[in-house]
């Protein structure tokens, strides 16, 4: 169970965290926080700041890891988020979606079993997305028949890539 008021989950997660350069500034903040709240931390790149360097090359190894559950979530971040949602839904038992408010962050986990976050380095502030970050792991799927009824049909899709 979780405590969603304070945002914190109760027992530290195993997260992955990826981004390109138009998200590694806030990629960076996001580590030192994560582990600071006693996180462990998995990073998938870029480790360096390339501008050149591709948002794929990070984000699809992060979005496997997360669902083959080498990791528990994941936050994919490039410059607007969207690339990196794109990118991390192509992987089959990913489930990504561009977050930047604090209702579906946790909307997205309790209806619809979201295990990727994604952000815009260049579209949200360092606190926002932290505080969102923390929302999205103190959230759990309901489980609620309504919505489990609805990430079958979503699973079942998947089934005939």
Request: include cysteine; aromatic fraction near 6%.
């Amino acid at each position: 169970m979780s405590n969603l008021k304070s945002g914190v989950p109760e027992t530290p997660y195993r997260i992955g965290i990826a981004s390109d350069h138009g998200g590694y500034e806030l990629r960076q903040y996001l580590i030192a926080m994560l582990h600071g709240a006693g996180h462990e931390v998995v990073e998938f790149g870029n480790s360096q700041f390339q501008k050149d360097d591709d948002y794929p090359d990070f984000v699809i190894p992060l979005a496997r890891a997360v669902a083959h559950g080498d990791v528990q979530r994941g936050v994919a971040i490039c410059g607007s988020g969207v690339g990196a949602a794109v990118a991390a839904n192509k992987v089959v038992g990913a489930r990504a979606c561009l977050i930047h408010d604090s209702f579906s962050a946790h909307q997205g986990v309790e209806d619809d079993n979201l295990n990727t976050l994604c952000l815009g380095g260049r579209v949200i502030g360092h606190s926002l997305a932290w505080e969102i970050v923390q929302i999205f792991l103190a959230a759990r799927f309901s489980g609620a028949e309504r919505h489990s009824r609805r990430l079958s049909k979503v699973l079942e899709l998947e089934q005939t890539r």
